[in-house]
């Protein structure tokens, strides 16, 4: 019995190693970005729904800290503001995205385009950038290009990637807006989405999505 313990004791460098490597794989795990499962998109409170063509197209911003902890980046900090964009195609033909475009458009009429991969990674590279926007008293600290590969990973898994919708299925990504500076970006403020074509080529009817709409939901109701 003595032997054993001396064998599983941590002190053996064997039972060491093996113990850091599960820590290292849980913390890995931990980190991981998971897509959130889209709900069609006519059941979330901001959408637009042209049930002439078939198609809705809503927006679930994710701007409150216990939606945006999905994230392992805190974008928030960073000035960019996460909006999960839901398309639900209820016909019988596919719809194209390969055209398509998304704006944001404040109350004070200033146009947002999504930001890139690229925008978000100079951000989080370049920290000097957005240093003076903090709402801290004094700079947060940060290491010059240093973006995790997790957070990388996570840029790239989390946006809006569809480029087509099947017939009766949704497709959905987030949308990362550059809002620094704003105090309340989704107050007053209207998404256009336009460039999505039916199967022919031909442009539908462009969507018009109040964000007010989101704001003045009430709250889903928390699981008993």
Request: charged residues 20%; hydrophobic residues 40%; contains cysteine.
């Amino acid at each position: 019995m003595p032997q054993y313990r001396r064998e599983f004791s941590l002190r053996n460098p064997v039972t060491a190693f093996f113990l850091i490597l599960l820590f290292s794989l849980i913390c890995l795990a931990a980190k991981q970005f998971v897509m959130p499962v889209p709900h069609p998109a006519k059941t979330y409170p901001a959408h637009d729904d042209h049930a002439d063509e078939h198609v809705a197209a809503a927006l679930d911003p994710y701007d409150l800290p216990e939606k945006a902890n999905i994230f392992s980046v805190h974008y928030a900090d960073e000035g960019f503001l996460p909006i999960f964009l839901v398309i639900t195609n209820d016909g019988e033909q596919p719809i194209s995205l390969n055209g398509m475009k998304a704006q944001l458009v404040t109350f004070d009429r200033t146009k947002l385009s999504p930001a890139t991969t690229d925008d978000i990674y100079r951000r989080l590279a370049h920290p000097t950038a957005s240093a003076s926007r903090s709402p801290l008293p004094f700079p947060r600290k940060k290491v010059k290009g240093a973006v995790s590969s997790e957070a990388i990973a996570e840029m790239r898994d989390a946006q809006f990637g569809a480029r087509a919708v099947e017939p009766h299925s949704t497709q959905a990504g987030f949308l990362f807006f550059d809002v620094s500076g704003m105090s309340t970006p989704l107050a007053g403020a209207q998404f256009y989405l336009t460039g999505v074509r039916d199967a022919s080529g031909n442009d539908l009817l462009y969507f018009e999505i109040p964000l007010e709409k989101y704001l003045s939901a009430p709250p889903p109701a928390k699981n008993q």
